[in-house]
């Protein structure tokens, strides 16, 4: 891909937006996970560097648009801006009426400006063009930094790319394009992916996408369930979808799909459920297989050790229950100890990985949820392409 990056460009007296994704878990006030927010801030610090202003905008959560946040506070970037001044050590101003009232922004002397949720604003998500023209009207460069969000094309996206005066990817969305791009286009192989979660629904075409690429694909969680029951294994009352039976088999026409040979079960779906283990060919009508069983995670695990690539989205059980994390952590730390590239992605993914301390293993984490998925089954991402567009046409 050809996209003009942040750091080919001299920012000196420039004042530069940057739009990241600092959409964290909040609750009660209190930022329960900043892997996204600490993710951005190698790109924040390198445009302060060299910057007049710099000034960051993102959304969090989904507020009601056109709704005043004093109305809806629970979705204010208030205690984002509080930690980003912790983390960073400096001031950071929250401003609200920049739509209303632009030049509050030029005026402010605050080391770093955190315009308020994007998505409160008329147009957002229809990437209306007038607001687009707003936000670029506050800068001299944008610089598009949230891969997160690049699958969406929307006035804080797409649409102010395609209008101001300058336009680039930031570090952090360049750097998830490159590793993407290393893991996808010219990977090392053999090559394997990762692939797990409740629905094949919902991971379909990333499956597709995916089966004709890798030389091996492992799935995992309710995934699992619905190519168990394409092998005409009994699953009892797991969650399955019987209507998709015909695309696992498909699938596994395709590609090497290896399948549990024991599993860990449960007769309901609680944390305090008693686990049982046992062979995959004798689980009992009414129990629900909520992790893949010890002897499966070994050979699972050893099948990642002789990858040369490997793609990680998704848990192999309900790891969020101890007694069914023993599959999902096995793989989290048999990806955190292959030799060769990994990448990883999505919400439930990374808070796998927190939980199994291998952060700092894996050779990539992406911030990115449905703009990974999308991106791994081939779709074009609007933010991504406006930059190429606009680079091209330089």
Same mark, same amino acid.
């Given at each position: 891909?050809?996209?003009?990056?942040?750091?080919?460009?001299?920012?000196?007296?420039?004042? *530069?937006?940057?739009?990241?994704?600092?959409?964290?878990?909040?609750?009660?006030?209190?930022?329960?996970?900043?892997?996204?927010?600490?993710?951005?801030?190698? +790109?924040?610090?390198?445009?302060?560097?060299?910057?007049?202003? %710099?000034?960051?905008?993102?959304?969090?959560? !989904?507020?009601?648009?056109?709704?005043?946040?004093?109305?809806?506070?629970?979705?204010?970037?208030?205690?984002? &801006?509080?930690?980003?001044?912790?983390?960073?050590?400096? $001031?950071?101003?929250?401003?609200?009426?920049?739509?209303?009232?632009?030049?509050?922004?030029?005026?402010?002397?605050?080391?770093?400006?955190? /315009?308020?949720? %994007? !998505?409160?604003? %008329?147009?957002?998500?229809?990437?209306?063009?007038? #607001? &687009?023209?707003?936000?670029?009207? #506050?800068?001299?460069?944008?610089?598009?930094?949230?891969?997160?969000?690049?699958?969406?094309?929307?006035?804080?996206?797409?649409?102010?790319? $395609?209008?101001?005066?300058?336009?680039?990817?930031?570090?952090?969305?360049?750097?998830?394009?490159?590793?993407?791009? $290393?893991? /996808?286009?010219?990977?090392?192989?053999?090559?394997?992916?990762?692939?797990?979660?409740?629905? %094949?629904?919902?991971?379909?075409?990333?499956?597709?996408? /995916?089966?004709?690429?890798?030389?091996?694909?492992? *799935?995992?969680?309710?995934?699992?369930?619905?190519?168990?029951?394409? @092998?005409?294994?009994?699953?009892?009352? +797991?969650?399955?979808?019987?209507?998709?039976?015909? +695309?696992? &088999?498909? #699938?596994?026409? =395709?590609?090497?799909?290896?399948?549990?040979?024991?599993?860990?079960?449960?007769?309901?779906?609680?944390?305090?459920?008693?686990?049982?283990?046992?062979?995959?060919?004798?689980?009992?009508?009414?129990?629900?297989? #909520?992790?893949?069983?010890?002897?499966?995670?070994?050979?699972?695990?050893?099948? *990642? @050790?002789?990858?040369? =690539?490997?793609?990680?989205?998704?848990?192999?059980?309900?790891?969020?229950?101890?007694?069914?994390?023993?599959?999902?952590?096995?793989?989290?730390?048999?990806?955190?100890?292959?030799?060769?590239? +990994?990448?990883?992605?999505?919400?439930?993914?990374?808070?796998?990985?927190?939980?199994?301390?291998?952060?700092?293993?894996?050779?990539?984490?992406?911030?990115?949820?449905?703009?990974?998925?999308?991106?791994?089954?081939?779709?074009?991402?609007?933010?991504?392409?406006?930059?190429?567009? $606009?680079?091209?046409?330089?």
């Amino acid at each position: 891909m050809t996209f003009l990056r942040m750091e080919e460009l001299d920012l000196s007296g420039k004042r *530069v937006l940057i739009r990241e994704d600092l959409n964290v878990p909040i609750e009660n006030g209190t930022i329960s996970n900043d892997t996204r927010i600490r993710a951005a801030l190698p +790109s924040i610090e390198r445009a302060r560097d060299s910057a007049a202003q %710099v000034i960051v905008m993102s959304h969090l959560g !989904r507020p009601a648009e056109g709704k005043p946040i004093a109305e809806q506070p629970e979705f204010s970037l208030r205690p984002i &801006a509080s930690h980003l001044a912790a983390l960073l050590n400096c $001031r950071v101003e929250l401003i609200e009426n920049y739509l209303h009232d632009p030049s509050v922004v030029a005026a402010s002397d605050a080391d770093l400006v955190l /315009l308020e949720n %994007v !998505r409160i604003n %008329v147009g957002e998500k229809a990437n209306d063009e007038l #607001l &687009a023209s707003r936000y670029a009207k #506050l800068c001299d460069v944008f610089v598009m930094d949230a891969f997160g969000t690049a699958h969406r094309a929307q006035a804080s996206t797409q649409g102010v790319a $395609r209008v101001a005066e300058n336009a680039c990817a930031g570090p952090l969305l360049a750097g998830e394009l490159d590793a993407l791009e $290393r893991s /996808l286009t010219n990977p090392q192989r053999p090559m394997l992916a990762i692939v797990g979660g409740a629905k %094949v629904s919902s991971k379909l075409e990333v499956l597709n996408s /995916l089966a004709n690429q890798v030389d091996q694909l492992i *799935v995992g969680g309710g995934i699992a369930n619905t190519f168990l029951l394409a @092998s005409g294994i009994s699953i009892g009352n +797991s969650l399955c979808e019987p209507e998709l039976v015909e +695309s696992a &088999a498909a #699938l596994m026409q =395709t590609t090497n799909i290896p399948l549990p040979s024991d599993v860990v079960v449960a007769r309901e779906f609680s944390a305090s459920a008693q686990a049982i283990v046992k062979d995959v060919t004798e689980v009992e009508p009414d129990e629900l297989i #909520l992790d893949i069983g010890p002897e499966t995670a070994v050979s699972l695990s050893d099948l *990642v @050790s002789t990858m040369q =690539t490997v793609i990680w989205n998704g848990p192999m059980g309900v790891f969020e229950f101890d007694q069914f994390a023993n599959g999902t952590a096995q793989i989290a730390q048999a990806v955190a100890e292959n030799p060769g590239f +990994s990448i990883a992605g999505g919400g439930e993914t990374i808070a796998a990985i927190d939980k199994f301390g291998v952060t700092d293993s894996i050779s990539y984490i992406s911030t990115g949820g449905g703009a990974f998925l999308e991106y791994m089954q081939g779709v074009t991402l609007p933010a991504v392409q406006i930059l190429e567009e $606009r680079a091209a046409n330089k």
